[in-house]
């Protein structure tokens, strides 16, 4: 575990005992500073301290390799190995629907073809007697 120094506003919320509503609007008001990261908002944990939010001493505790910034970009990470896998299954289906094109052309190039060699009334069953 480590001590992270910025948490987001939920992570935040639940250290305080308090909702993430409140710590927006104590932002929006400008009593509590936040930042953006990774198009995240989050909180300092000295700024929590400043505000009395938390005790000063208080461990504030988050799994390692968790801290505010990398779950956003784990979920965004998820996200675009999902965006992947559909690409590949999309690519996969768009190369089968390309092949039965090329065997449906292929199909009506021969079909052309032996009408071609139908005789001028167009009657096909005169030519397979």
């Known amino acids: 575990m480590t001590t992270p120094r910025t948490l987001t506003l939920s992570d935040a919320a639940e250290v305080c005992g308090t909702t993430k509503k409140a710590l927006e ?3 929006e008001r400008g009593t509590l500073a936040v930042s953006h990261r990774g198009g995240v908002r989050v909180v300092e944990v000295a700024e929590l301290v400043r505000v009395g939010l938390l005790d000063t001493g208080t461990e504030v505790q988050v799994p390692a390799g968790e801290s505010a910034v990398d779950r956003p970009l784990a979920v965004l990470a998820r996200r675009l190995a999902e965006a992947d896998a559909d690409l590949r299954e999309m690519r996969t ?16 190039r021969l079909l052309r ?5 139908v005789t001028p009334s167009g009657d096909l069953l005169a030519e397979t007697a």
């Open 25 to 27: 609007r104590r932002a």
């Open 113 to 117: 073809a032996r009408l071609a060699h």
């Open 93 to 108: 289906s768009l190369e089968a629907t390309e092949a039965a094109l090329r065997r449906a052309r292929e199909d009506a």
